[in-house]
């Protein structure tokens, strides 16, 4: 069994660590950006005139958890929730109730739309801030270049390690 020295373990496992949740950061935010060019490319614009927002409370504090509008098409009224909504507060108390006035999600509040499934629903701001948000954040990137190089640079100091006592274990036999 090869006795990889424990700090390298530890490291090689926080760099690893790192790198997976950098790249799942980097997954998330391509996604939201695709999502939000989608509805903007097909979503049918309208204005929802009905809105709740439920924030709850967490440990990083408070986050607006869900959006649920209300919206008329083809006089028929739909129900909905946001996709990708953003989860700051805003100043909205805890629970679920209509957003204070003023806020991004107060009502009337400028929606798209799938043609094809009005459920599917984005915030016309949100949609616009997500496809413009092209870059990648700082942290996120360090995350995957650090935590990558990191990896990188433990596994082969530790293949390095065990072709050495590799080949010291063969000379003492041979």
């Known amino acids: 069994m ?9 490291l090689g496992i926080y760099a ?8 799942v950061a980097v ?3 391509h996604h939201q950006q695709t999502v939000a060019q989608e509805f903007l490319d097909a979503g049918i ?19 607006i958890d869900t959006v649920e509008v209300t ?41 798209l739309y799938k043609p094809d499934d009005p459920s599917q629903v984005m915030a016309l701001v949100d949609a616009e801030d997500f496809a413009a948000d092209t870059g990648i954040p700082s942290g996120v990137s360090g995350l995957v ?4 190089t990191a990896s990188v640079a433990i596994a082969g100091a530790w293949l390095a390690y065990s072709r ?10 041979g």
Not at 2 to 10: I, K, M, T
Not at 47 to 62: H, L, N, P
């Open 145 to 148: 270049a650090i935590g990558g």
């Open 45 to 63: 614009a309208t204005t929802a005139d009905g809105v709740d927002v439920d924030v709850r409370y967490g440990k990083g504090g408070s986050s």
């Open 16 to 23: 690893l660590l790192a790198t997976l949740f950098g790249v």
């Open 27 to 29: 997954l998330d935010i």
């Open 71 to 111: 919206f008329v098409v083809a006089a028929q009224r739909h129900m909905a929730t946001l996709s990708n909504s953003l989860g700051d507060p805003e100043g909205n108390s805890e629970g679920r109730h209509p957003p204070a006035a003023g806020t991004r999600y107060a009502p009337p509040l400028r929606i």
């Open 164 to 173: 050495l006592r590799s080949a010291g274990g063969r000379r003492g036999h």
């Open 2 to 10: 090869l006795n990889v020295p424990r700090w390298a373990s530890v």
